[in-house]
């Protein structure tokens, strides 16, 4: 069974750096194609996809973030990482860690989330 | 505002059927790039409806289906269900912005 859990701090200060773990489970980060982003959701608003890493470590970014973005891997713990540096009010929302198994692919299992607010 | 765009809700009453558009442009659904729908109950995580623009993966009733033409996309869900009622997203690949885009989101409301 495919898992993924994100953990990090649920409340942050504006201009402090966010850290956030996925640990996964039921698959491997070094199979080829597989991959794992991160996604955010603001409070009702709309899905905003942040970065993916893929089984090479490549690594691609959203383009309005990718400044303030950086996502790396630890295939032998099963984790993933996202920090986003010089957090405002604007990044709260619940952030979401995910597997597709190819970059073109839908994500095919979401870990449940985890919120954060910046204040 | 989102690079692929959805109508912010459609409505039906149960057994009808209802379609949600997702329209993009030349650099995503138009480059053919596969389009992908997740379903997303109130408090929980997107689930995926769709991926390769028709396919519905394992436990997905054949109640939704989806399809793509140029630079649109469509999701398409027949007898409509009070268990229907949720959020749907499109999502694709975006070559110019070089990474994924999703859609602005369509909330399902079953009369």
């Known amino acids: 069974q495919v898992t993924l859990r994100e953990s990090g701090p649920a409340l942050v200060k504006p201009t402090q750096t966010l850290t956030l773990t996925c640990t996964f489970s039921?698959?491997?980060?070094?199979?080829?194609?597989?991959?794992v982003s991160w996604i955010r959701q603001p409070p009702g608003k709309a899905l905003e996809w942040l970065a993916l890493i893929d089984w090479d470590a490549d690594k691609y970014y959203s383009t309005s973030l990718k400044t303030r973005l950086t996502i790396s891997k630890d295939t032998s713990k099963n984790q993933v990482v996202l920090t986003m540096t010089n957090m405002d009010p604007v990044d709260t929302a619940r952030y979401y860690c995910a597997r597709s198994l190819s970059y073109y692919s839908g994500v095919d299992v979401w870990g449940q989330g985890t919120t954060v607010t910046v204040s | 505002q989102s690079v692929l765009t959805q109508p912010p809700s459609v409505s039906g009453a149960p057994g009808q059927r209802v379609t949600i558009s997702c329209t993009g442009s030349s650099s995503n659904i138009g480059a053919a790039y596969d389009v992908h729908w997740y379903q997303q109950l109130p408090g929980t995580a997107p689930k995926l409806l769709i991926y390769?623009?028709?396919n519905r993966p394992s436990g997905v009733p054949d109640r939704f289906s989806g399809s793509k033409s140029g630079t649109s996309a469509s999701l398409a869900i027949t007898g409509l269900q009070a268990e229907d009622e949720a959020d749907y997203y499109c999502?694709?690949?975006?070559?110019?912005?070089?990474?994924?885009?999703f859609g602005g989101g369509t909330k399902l409301t079953v009369l």
């Open positions: 999502q694709s690949y975006d070559s110019s912005l070089g990474g994924s885009v």
């Open positions: 039921g698959f491997s980060l070094s199979t080829s194609g597989m991959c």
């Open positions: 390769g623009n028709n």
